[in-house]
């Protein structure tokens, strides 16, 4: 449900990395970040430092604000 949405997202220019968090390479980023429902959208920095967390499915224009709210305070 989730996928057409990040889609849009990237195609705003805003890089998306998807995660299975089924696969056992998946593990550390799990454990790192905490994930602990699904689907669970996070924006990091270059550095991997968590700036904002979403969990569950929220309409594309969510995702957007989140951005341009992290590019406006770095």
Known sequence: ??????????????????????????????????????PTVILVDESGKEFARTVGAKPLNHYIEQYKNFTEDV
């Open 1 to 38: 449900m989730l996928g057409p949405t990040m889609e849009k997202v990237k195609a705003e220019g805003i890089t998306i990395d998807k995660v299975n968090i089924d696969e056992e390479t998946s593990q550390n980023l799990v454990a790192e970040y905490a994930i602990r429902n699904i």
